[in-house]
C-alpha cells in the first residue's frame, strides 16, 4: 500500500463514524443489554424463592439449623442482587440528551 505523500494538498480521507459493525453493533444495542439484565433478575428472582423455600421446610422438618440460616441469607443475597439488576437497567435505559446550545446574540445593533 502506497503511502499518501505528507506534504501535498490533497484532502486527507478519514474513516467515518457511520453505522457500526459486527461485535460493535451488538454491544451498542441498548436494548439487548436490556433484555439480557431482565432475564438474569428473573432467574436469580426464581433462585430467590427456591432458597426460600428450602429454608422454610428445614425450619419445619429440623426445628431450625445452621442450614436454614444459610438458606435465608442466600435468599436475601440474591433478592438485593434483583434490586442491583434493576437499578443497572434503569442505567442501561438512560439515553444522552442531545439539547441545542443557543448563544446569545452579542453584537450591537445600532
Known amino acids: 500500500m502506497e503511502m499518501p ?3 501535498s494538498d490533497d484532502p ?3 474513516p467515518s463514524r ?3 459493525r459486527g461485535m460493535n453493533r451488538l454491544l451498542a444495542n441498548r436494548q439487548l443489554w436490556k433484555n439480557a439484565i431482565y432475564a438474569i433478575a428473573l432467574i436469580t428472582y426464581l433462585c430467590s424463592f ?4 428450602l429454608a422454610v421446610a428445614d425450619v419445619r422438618g429440623t426445628g431450625g439449623s445452621t442450614a436454614s440460616l444459610v438458606d435465608l441469607l442466600v435468599a436475601l443475597y440474591f433478592l438485593v442482587q434483583v434490586i442491583f439488576l434493576f437499578v443497572l437497567s434503569s442505567i442501561v ?3 444522552r440528551q442531545s439539547q441545542p446550545i443557543s448563544f ?3 453584537r450591537d445593533r445600532d
Open 5 to 7: 505523500d505528507p506534504l
Open 12 to 14: 486527507v480521507e478519514l
Open 18 to 20: 457511520g453505522a457500526s
Open 50 to 53: 427456591l432458597f426460600f423455600g
Open 93 to 95: 435505559e438512560r439515553r
Open 104 to 106: 446569545p446574540d452579542r
